[in-house]
């Protein structure tokens, strides 16, 4: 892409994006009466301007009908969570039986474990990436525990040979090949949280399946940053939060994808609640659990319909624009910004994430060459110019440029602001 340095190109990449008008659909932070730069979609999506109206029609629901909001109203509560079927599916590239939007991502991961992570005799192993997320990291460890076993023996931390963040997709394959059959489960990250590297699903789903193991994703910097194909990845199931790229609020309620394969593997030993049971027969109220067909068969609880209610607005945004257009944009706001970094700032500043556009989302990892503590002032000073990035231990700024709502002007204010604290 042929991009410029001045202030101006920013301005005619904005008035020829054909997003642009999307930005006034969402709140955006304000600091000193104007509108912050937030990079920060990442970790928490902005708010959409619909939201508001969205829980309010709950509320108000709830108000006039009480309990029988569950079968009255606009969106009846008993069959809420199926108003989020087609949408999802939609976006992930699913069929609507491997999907449901339920509990939070970590609470999905053990609920998918408890099916999929089953270690058996030499086949006891689990696999995931070296500087995985804390969360998911707790989760395997005790996953493992709790079959028994010690983690120094079942558990695989896979980095690259190199000792960078990258790993190739060839190393995957490689280690799969040699070890493979004495994995049970390799769980990897659609886009890893730290390097913003994008995987490759449908190879790695390939080479863990060649190897007889199960493969599963977490999709939590993925889903709403990268377009998915899950059900052609092959994938035996999914989880994702919906409060990064999503928009869905702080805590939203997360989403979960189990292959068609299982959709009627009822055999499979799973972690039961009512709402998983069977709907035709789930209020004869027996002892006996009759799962659903496909993903919403690891349903626990009734849908948190106050909780579900802002994914429907930002469902509604999503498939408005479309996946496609917007990774055009955001590969195209993501490579300006790599491309003001590089002219102006490479002295100071490594990025981690690779320049492989094809094998990253819109989050760029900085790093500054002054080492940890200056990266930290620097991080600190950028939000007291109002700029929202975030900051990861030990010495990252992540940066993330979302269609939806950021600029070009964002990106050039951003880069100025980091010239002026970085190169002083
Ligand atoms: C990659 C990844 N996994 C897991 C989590 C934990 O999510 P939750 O608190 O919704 O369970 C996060 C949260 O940011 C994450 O980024």
Redesign the pocket.
């Known amino acids: 892409m042929d991009f410029k340095l001045d202030r101006r190109h920013a301005l005619d990449l904005d008035r020829a994006d054909p997003l642009a008008s999307y930005r006034e659909r969402f709140h955006i932070p304000q600091h000193e009466g104007r509108d912050e730069i937030y990079l920060c979609g990442n970790s928490l999506g902005l708010q959409p301007r619909s939201t508001e109206q969205h829980v309010r029609e709950e509320l108000e629901d709830w108000q006039r009908f009480g309990v029988k909001g569950h079968f009255a109203g606009r969106r009846p509560w008993m069959p809420y969570h199926e108003l989020f079927t087609e949408p999802t599916a939609h976006l992930v590239g699913a069929k609507p039986v491997e999907v449901v939007n339920m509990n ?4 999905n991961l053990h609920l998918m474990m408890a099916s999929f992570y089953r270690p058996a005799g030499k086949r006891h192993k689990l696999l995931i990436e070296r500087g995985a ?1 804390p ?2 990291r707790y989760a395997v460890e005790s996953q493992v525990r709790l079959h028994g076993l010690d983690p120094d023996q079942s558990l695989i931390e896979l980095g690259s040979k190199s000792g960078d963040p990258f790993i190739p997709v060839e190393e995957i394959e490689a280690l799969l090949e040699a070890q493979g059959q004495e994995i049970a489960l390799v769980l990897l ?1 659609g886009v890893q ?1 730290y390097s913003g590297q994008a995987f490759d699903l449908k190879r790695i789903s390939a080479a863990g399946h060649k190897a007889g193991c199960r493969v599963g994703f ?1 999709l ?2 993925a889903v709403g940053n990268l377009p998915l194909k899950l059900h052609d990845s092959g994938a035996d199931f999914a989880v994702w ?1 919906n409060y990064k790229y999503m928009n869905a609020g702080p ?1 939203a309620v ?1 989403g979960c994808f189990v292959h068609e394969r299982h959709a009627h593997a009822f055999d499979l030993p799973r972690l039961a609640g009512w709402w998983g049971h069977d709907k035709t027969s789930r209020f004869r109220m027996g002892p006996e659990f009759v799962p659903m067909e496909g993903a919403e068969g690891w349903q626990l609880s009734n849908p948190p319909v106050l909780g579900l209610a802002p994914l429907l607005a930002s469902l509604d945004i999503f498939d408005e624009a479309g996946m496609d257009r917007l990774r055009e944009k955001s590969l195209k706001l993501t490579g300006y910004l790599e491309f003001l970094l590089k002219q102006k700032l490479a002295e100071h500043i490594d990025v981690l994430t690779t320049p492989d556009p094809t094998q990253r989302g819109c989050q760029l990892s900085l790093r500054l060459h002054k080492g940890r503590d200056a990266a930290r002032r620097v991080f600190e000073e950028l939000e007291a110019a109002g700029v929202t990035g975030d900051w990861r231990e030990p010495d990252v700024i992540r940066v993330a440029p979302v269609p939806l709502y950021n600029s070009y002007t964002d990106v050039f204010r951003f880069v100025e602001i980091l010239e002026g604290l970085v190169v002083a």
């Open positions: 939070s991502l970590t609470v997320f969360s998911d990250p949280y977490d939590a910097h939060c805590g997360a």
